[in-house]
């Protein structure tokens, strides 16, 4: 680990308490398991966390697009960008093992997602996970779901996603997704890549599901 990883994950946690506070002030709304969520993520942010000195840092072949998504990040999110080129290098980077062989090749050469705060995240926190999801060009992340809560926020790059079998919607970077339990959503990217925080509450052990 470099010496300064400590001040580095400490960074990023502040930066997302941040985003997340901010969040909570401009998207307002009712939905009771969107404000139960995002307030835990706020709580749990809000303090020092336990760094993980266990953690290593791992690769997966969309990690090709990292930096392409970091530089692209509209000038709103310097911040979070700044943050992600500091951290990236401690990163593991990983895939869902409920996914093998259910998607295509295709798939794992363009997705992976990392849990920088988690119970087994570069900082340890036992009841919420927050970290990046990357996605390549032109892949379908196809329709899954999960028992936990779930926000997206996109940082890098404009994509299309889906909730049941509604149309897919176009998003970019400032938008937001909220996932509800069990809600089923998917994905697709044409030609940017995409680099989306996200967060999850509530049932955080139990992995995403494909739909089939
Ligand atoms: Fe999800």
Known sequence: MPENSITVSENFRR??????????????????NYN????????????????NHSYKSNDQPVCRFLNSCIKNAPK?????????????ELL????NDNYKNVYPDHFFQNESFV???????????????VGFLLLGKDVLYPSHNHEA?????????????QINDEKFAKKSPGDEIFHDLWMPHSMKTEEQPVLALFSWSGAIFKEAVPII
Do not use: M
């Open 76 to 88: 709103k999110y310097k911040v979070i960008a700044e943050v992600t080129q500091q951290i990236k």
């Open 36 to 51: 139960i969520h995002l307030d835990k993520v706020i709580e749990a942010t809000s303090k020092r966390l336990t760094f």
């Open 15 to 32: 930066t997302v308490n941040s985003f997340y506070k901010n969040s909570k002030k401009k998207n307002s709304n009712n939905i009771p």
């Open 92 to 95: 593991y980077w990983k895939v």
């Open 149 to 161: 809560l779930e926000l997206y926020n996109i940082i890098s790059g404009y994509s299309l996603w």
């Open 115 to 129: 849990e920088i705060i988690g119970p087994s995240g570069l900082l340890i926190c036992p009841n919420i996970r």
